[in-house]
């Protein structure tokens, strides 16, 4: 069972940036799907986007043309960086690959 660990959240003014990392404690290469979902406060947790072995992409309208997925294998991480912030992407990301979840990193954007 892949373990994974967020890092990257912080505070953050309107318009700015933030990238947060998913480490994950195996490997990565077989997985088909990894990403990323978000839960903002008094929210239900939300899909945001989401990268395949392949390379297809998909995100939630809301975040499309502002935040771009990645991951690498080699390093056994998935990137999210996050661009253009608005005060309504305040929220706990969690990482995921394949049934697996991690911990939660918090990202909260206000002036």
């Known amino acids: 069972q892949v373990q994974l660990v967020e890092s990257g959240g912080g505070l953050v003014q309107p318009g700015g940036s933030l990238r947060l990392s998913c480490a994950a404690s195996g490997s990565i290469f077989s997985i088909y799907a990894v990403g990323w979902y978000r839960q903002a406060p008094e929210k239900q947790r939300e899909f945001v986007a989401t990268?395949?072995?392949?390379?297809?992409?998909n995100y939630v309208d809301s975040v499309k043309g502002r935040f771009t997925i990645s991951r690498d294998n080699a390093k056994n991480t998935v990137y999210l960086q996050m661009n253009s912030l608005k005060p309504e992407d305040t929220a706990v990301y969690y990482c995921y690959a394949d049934s697996n979840w991690g911990k939660g990193t918090l990202v909260t954007v206000s002036s």
């Open positions: 990268i395949t072995s392949g390379g297809d992409i």
